[in-house]
């Protein structure tokens, strides 16, 4: 089970960071991506990490903005997101693949077995 928490209301420039903790494995064992649904848009990934090796991805749309990084003892991976747009508006969602490394799974969500059931974020001009 994956449970997103940390989405809310914030201006332009803007920080939130995002939590998404697992229950019932150990995130050595999965491949935890972050990606975010814009209102009438398609769901698309932003960043994701190795749970074992600690690797990380994260797409040039978002990168320098947005980090994630993961908390072994807490089970958890956060995506810290900075300097927010109004274009970072959508619902964020965690998800896990059991198989393959990041670099063979992030670009492709239906690699991804387990979903989250998101976290809205909302960033005003």
């Known amino acids: 089970q994956l449970v997103e928490s940390g989405g809310g209301s914030v201006q332009q420039g803007g920080s939130l960071r995002l939590s998404c903790a697992a229950s019932?494995?150990?995130?050595?064992?999965?491949?935890i991506g972050w990606f975010r649904q814009g209102p009438g848009k398609e769901r698309e990934v932003l960043s994701c990490?190795?749970?074992?090796?600690?690797?990380?991805h994260t797409v040039d749309s978002v990168l320098g903005r947005f980090t994630i990084s993961k908390a072994d003892a807490k089970n958890t991976v956060y995506l810290q997101m900075d300097s927010l747009k109004p274009e970072d508006t959508g619902v964020y969602y965690c998800?896990?693949?059991?198989?393959?490394?990041?670099?063979?799974?992030?670009?492709?969500?239906?690699?991804?077995?387990?979903w989250g059931q998101g976290t809205q974020v909302n960033v005003s001009s």
């Open positions: 998800a896990a693949a059991r198989t393959g490394s990041v670099h063979d799974v992030c670009d492709t969500p239906r690699k991804f077995s387990f």
């Open positions: 019932g494995y150990p995130l050595d064992y999965v491949v």
């Open positions: 990490i190795s749970g074992s090796h600690g690797t990380t």
